[in-house]
């Protein structure tokens, strides 16, 4: 079973808990996310792709990355993209120089970012005083044993579909991940971003020497973008897998569509549906 999940309490047992409608084959079931949760996902969605649009953009100026505090076009990059650049002091061995976007795309990027950063810290708020992240994040111990852990990925790398009862609980490698994105990858993305400008290294610098210097910041920021584009790619080729409509539905208005044969489900389940219907009120 992925994550502990809560036992009923005495009283009717699972069969008596859901009683298969005779209705239809599909059903829709009690909320499956919370409406902030909903909506701060897709506040950091489109915060995501905006920051990705535009970072590229600025990429563009300077296609080479360094190491250390100073970077230019007379020093070795650890990291040479090859692409044509928007300046044409930069030499890419391309005979044409790209359209300069920086003026709107590094506006739109700062403008993005915050948007990011503020609803992250709202949903990790959230998320730390209703308890969120204790009940559906942080792993159970027994979930982190080495045979658990293969098991889940071995299903992954199958594109196994999940489960009844994971349509309504994270399997171990979601909540790892997830936990690694919001707790490390985000504030890694913040703490670099802020360390490559010039102004916050003025009120703040030491952040940006514990990194290693402005040119370093900005691989790190690199690198880190694409930990986050691999995590958004698998993330969204799991969702067709286990069900594209049923789990976009739950994203967008809270609610899962499963079968009948899955609304009958284990006791675990259906108590993890009762609770997470209840915090849908909260």
Request: aromatic share 10%; glycine share 6%.
């Given at each position: ?54 970072g ?59 948007v ?8 990790v ?14 792993p159970?111990p ?11 990925a ?9 489960g009844?009862?994971e ?24 703490w ?25 910041a ?65």
């Open positions: 079973m992925n994550a502990s999940l809560p036992i009923a309490d005495g009283g009717a047992g699972p069969a008596a808990a859901v009683r298969p409608s005779s209705a239809a084959s599909a059903a829709t079931e009690p909320k499956r996310h919370t409406a902030l949760v909903r909506v701060t996902h897709w506040l950091t969605t489109v915060a995501f792709l905006a920051l990705l649009l535009t590229g953009e600025i990429v563009l100026s300077h296609p080479r990355f360094y190491w250390g505090e100073d970077g230019n076009v007379n020093m070795r990059p650890w990291l040479n993209l090859h692409l044509p650049s928007s300046r044409d002091t930069v030499p890419t061995g391309y005979r044409f120089v790209l359209p300069d976007e920086n003026g709107w795309s590094r506006y739109l990027h700062f403008e993005a970012a915050w990011a950063v503020v609803t992250g810290l709202l949903y708020l959230w998320g730390l005083f209703n308890g969120h992240f204790r009940r559906n994040v942080l159970a027994s979930d982190l044993s080495a045979r658990q852990l293969a098991d889940s071995m299903k992954h790398l199958r594109f196994e579909r999940p009844a009862e349509a309504w609980s994270y399997n171990v490698l979601q909540r790892l991940s997830y936990l690694v994105v919001i707790f490390v990858l985000f504030p890694l993305m913040i670099t971003g802020l360390a490559m400008s010039f102004g916050f290294d003025a009120a703040f610098p030491l952040a940006v020497r514990l990194l290693g210097g402005h040119q370093t900005r691989s790190l920021h690199f690198l880190v973008t694409i930990l986050l584009v691999l995590f958004l790619v698998v993330h969204v080729v799991m969702v067709f897998v286990a069900g594209f409509r049923s789990r976009m539905r739950a994203m967008i208005t809270g609610t899962m569509i499963t079968g009948r044969a899955d609304r009958v489900g284990t006791a675990a389940s259906t108590v993890r549906r009762a609770q997470l219907n209840q915090e849908s009120t909260l």
